[in-house]
């Protein structure tokens, strides 16, 4: 099997060379349908990714409609809490990890005077976030629930502005001044970015994660400026300082619940938390609690853009006529050697022989394809990056996609020589001969 | 087209070949037809109006890091030195810009005690908003500086606090609200009546999410204080844009050095940054029209090559039978073109199929039916363009041809 296999290689390669117009055009067609296809799906497969691999399916969001009936705002499925709300369910505890969080901008003083002062984004959440998300140490750890309730000045920067302000030493323990607040470093995050930007869409869907962490109850002591979406209502005001008892939705609230039981016993407290509400006589609107998991709310919020989809269908249809264009060459390819096959015949090589000689060939034509389609689509990426939007900075190939590739290709190339491998293979043995 | 029954006999031997061909025309039509008119959408949407003087306005964004006590007064100060600055018209403290991504929205009402809003809108801030966008007034008049109330006193909940209740409309609005003229109306923003004083030309919202109400947009009496994304806003003598930006800049640092500037843009840059992935959209869609048409024309040249070089002897013969040149070339061309002409009839039922498909899954419009002759006269070329190398050649069989073998 193997020298024969080397035998229908030397063969391919021998007639691939004998027509090079033709094995080019086969070749930069697949090439060009691969490149296409690859680059879409490349920034599709990132896009849709999973944000926190092998947790994600842990991860709710509770939602809980706190409005009065006269709310005037349309949006039918609140996704964030107020404060009340949001700080009764944290102190709860009733699931694994619950965080609540808001994002908002840190204007960070560098020691150095000489240096401007630059904002980078901050959030401000509470003790869990760090577990429950599997955010990765690089240099010490998270705060405690202590740290919430003691309003303390610590923080957790992450590995990008540890480089700017310590050259990326271990700055534990050293301080930073963030606004008019000196806070310490108490822990300093490994790379780490979760795309899509689940946990506050309202910042950016692919937005960066932030930069420095801080306990939620201290941000809101020191008077820290939040930022992202915010939702009032009745009498409600966006006024800062009145943002703890205002009617409005601010504030990002997610729990870890780590069994059917424990997501279903979770949904009960919550619909008893509305009823008391409504009792009370908040929550007016008396609607059902829900918990929405993380694939939930990204396909609920369409988070990963139409066009990229449309991008990849219209990929995929330039791939077909590519294909459709290589069967096509590829028969005349095949056809043309009529004579020369219908000599093997006679010589004594079966069909079977034929076809399998072929189909090395067309296998070949895909191999170079694949190989002329990666460089297309690593220079397509590259285009695709150009694009300031944040979602495309991501697409990057990795080797799954780069295997899928050449396979995509060579099994794409091969299904084209098929049926031209069996025409081909229907030339009878000896009736070139004659007219030769 | 004397040629047309002895081509279809031909092509019978090649049914295959043909029908590969023409099903790769087809192909190509359709999804030529589709994505350029996805791409003039685009187009047509990037160049939706903003309603303002866009070519001069520009922006400079401010950040506090620490807090300033007397903020009324700073915004004040800032103001008069901006319009000081050389090269400076009008300046403004403003919420938020057409074609920005930050938007304030709510929703109106025409009646106080009808539950549900009639239309969402954004509502623009800022004093003076009129003159340092190069917004223009149609009807009415601009706001009085004695109708205006500071956002942060409005929001404080305090009793003393004067609240607006005067309002400029778009005409847009004006035309779906009240059919006639607005002024003197009245409206209801977050429960409070709001009487139309003026009416604008239409100016674009932020962050437009239904557009159909991209020019859902009104101007409030209300002065903003810095943070919570407002920035300064400044209508410019003609070149001064880049001036003007540095100086400001640099002014409202020395004011305060407790600020940091985020941001500082011309308007251009709003606008770029806001259409930037329909720009991209468009770039890919025309790349792939043109990566399509070129393996498409490929394919033309290659199969026509091939069937040349099948034929010799009989276009030999038929040389020898005293057919010009021109009669070979003819005949290789009307081939080409009756194939082109299946695919593209194939190619039009395609074209519709995807659009319904666009028109389902993407809420695209219909495709206009203009599309299909244009993408026909498209792809008639290029096969006459791809064929006319291998005809040539196949022109240029000599007669003696007939005479081989094969």
């Not at chain 1, 979406?229 to 008892?245: F, K, P, Y």
């Not at chain 1, 190989?371 to 690593?378: P, R």
């Amino acid at each position: 099997m193997g020298t024969e296999f080397s035998y229908y290689l030397e063969m391919a390669v021998r007639s691939l060379r004998r027509n090079p117009v033709l094995t080019a055009l086969m070749v930069v067609a697949i090439a060009l349908g691969i490149g296409a296809c690859m680059t879409t799906l490349t920034a599709l497969h990132v896009l849709d990714g999973d944000p926190l691999p092998g947790r994600s399916g842990s991860i709710y969001m509770p939602r809980i409609e706190p409005r009065a009936s006269d709310a005037s705002n349309e949006v039918l499925r609140p996704d964030q809490l107020t404060w009340t709300d949001g700080m009764a369910l944290l102190h709860a505890a009733r699931a694994t990890h619950q965080a609540l969080m808001v994002g908002g901008e840190a204007t960070i003083r560098p020691g150095d005077p000489g240096v401007d002062p630059f904002i980078m984004p901050a959030r401000f959440t509470s003790a869990d976030f760090f577990p429950m998300f599997g955010a990765p140490f690089q240099f010490g750890q998270g705060w405690s629930a202590a740290d919430d309730e003691g309003r303390a000045h610590v923080a957790v920067i992450s590995d990008a502005l540890n480089a700017r302000l310590f050259g990326g030493a271990n700055s534990v323990g050293r301080s930073i001044q963030v606004n008019d607040t000196s806070l310490r470093i108490i822990g300093v995050l490994a790379p780490w970015r979760p795309v899509p930007h689940f946990y506050d869409l309202n910042t950016g869907a692919y937005a960066s994660p932030e930069d420095i962490y801080l306990p939620l109850t201290t941000a809101r002591a020191t008077q820290l400026p939040r930022a992202g979406g915010i939702q009032c209502w009745s009498t409600g005001s966006t006024e800062e300082a009145l943002m703890e008892s205002a009617p409005c939705a601010w504030l990002q609230f997610w729990v870890q619940l780590d069994s059917a039981d424990a997501v279903k016993a979770y949904l009960a407290y919550l619909n008893d938390y509305v009823h008391v509400q409504h009792a009370s006589g908040r929550f007016e609107l008396l609607k059902p609690a829900e918990l929405t998991s993380v694939k939930g709310l990204l396909d609920e919020k369409q988070v990963v853009p139409g066009d990229v989809r449309l991008q990849f269908w219209l990929a995929s249809a330039f791939f077909v006529v590519c294909l459709v264009n290589t069967v096509g060459l590829m028969l005349a390819k095949f056809l043309r050697r009529a004579g020369e096959l219908g000599v093997r015949r006679a010589l004594g090589a079966s069909r079977r022989h034929i076809f399998a000689q072929l189909l090395v060939e067309a296998a070949i034509v895909g191999l170079a394809g694949g190989v002329v389609g990666l460089g297309l689509a690593w220079a397509g990426l590259g285009l695709v990056r150009l694009n300031p939007n944040r979602s495309a900075q991501l697409a990057h190939m990795d080797i799954s996609m780069l295997l899928t590739t050449f396979v995509l290709s060579v099994v794409a190339a091969s299904l084209a020589g098929l049926f031209p491998a069996w025409r081909a293979c229907q030339v009878p043995p000896g009736l070139h001969l004659k007219s030769q | 087209m004397l040629d047309i029954r002895p081509i279809l006999s031909t092509l019978k031997r090649h049914k295959v070949t043909a029908i590969l061909l023409v099903l790769e025309i087809a192909l190509t039509c359709a999804i030529v037809c589709n994505a350029v008119f996805l791409v003039r959408q685009r187009l047509d949407w990037m160049n939706t109006p903003s309603g303002i003087d866009e070519a001069h306005v520009v922006e400079v964004r401010p950040v506090n890091i620490g807090s300033t006590p007397a903020m009324h007064g700073r915004v004040d100060e800032t103001l008069q030195a901006l319009r000081q600055l050389p090269g400076v018209r009008y300046a403004s403290l403003a919420n938020e810009l057409p074609f920005g991504f930050e938007s304030w929205n709510d929703g109106i009402k025409l009646d106080k005690d009808v539950v549900a809003p009639v239309m969402h809108v954004t509502a623009f801030y800022g004093e003076g908003l009129i003159n340092s966008l190069g917004i223009q007034l149609l009807e009415g008049r601009d706001f009085t500086p004695d109708e205006y109330a500071w956002l942060d006193d409005i929001t404080s909940g305090r009793k003393d606090v004067v609240i607006p209740h005067v309002v400029i409309i778009t005409k847009f609005m004006e035309d779906r609200l009240f059919h006639g003229s607005a002024l003197g109306k009245t409206l209801y923003y977050g429960g409070e009546p709001m009487r139309v004083i003026g009416v604008v030309r239409d100016v674009a919202r932020p962050n437009v999410m239904d557009r159909s109400l991209t020019y859902g947009s009104m101007l409030l009496p209300v002065r903003m204080s810095e943070g919570i994304g407002a920035t300064y806003v400044m209508r410019v003598q003609p070149g001064q844009g880049d001036a003007v930006l540095k100086a400001a800049s640099t002014m409202l640092r020395e004011m305060d050095p407790n600020r940091v500037i985020q941001r500082k843009r011309h308007y251009s840059e709003v606008r770029a940054a806001y259409f930037a992935s329909d720009r991209a959209m468009a770039g890919l869609l025309v790349g792939v029209c043109v990566a399509l048409l070129i393996v498409t024309a490929l394919g033309i040249v290659g199969l026509g090559s091939f069937w040349v070089s099948q034929r010799r002897r009989q276009i030999g013969v038929r040389r020898a039978l005293g057919a010009t040149r021109q009669d070979v070339l003819r005949y290789f061309q009307t081939e080409n073109f009756l194939l082109a002409t299946m695919g593209i009839a194939l190619g039009m039922v395609l074209a519709y199929g995807i659009n319904i498909v666009l028109m389902l899954r993407y809420e695209s419009p219909r495709l206009p039916a203009a599309y299909l002759p244009l993408g026909a006269i498209a792809l008639w070329l290029l096969g006459q363009a791809a064929v006319y190398a291998p005809a040539r050649r196949a022109s240029r069989v000599p007669p003696v041809e007939a005479t081989r073998g094969n």
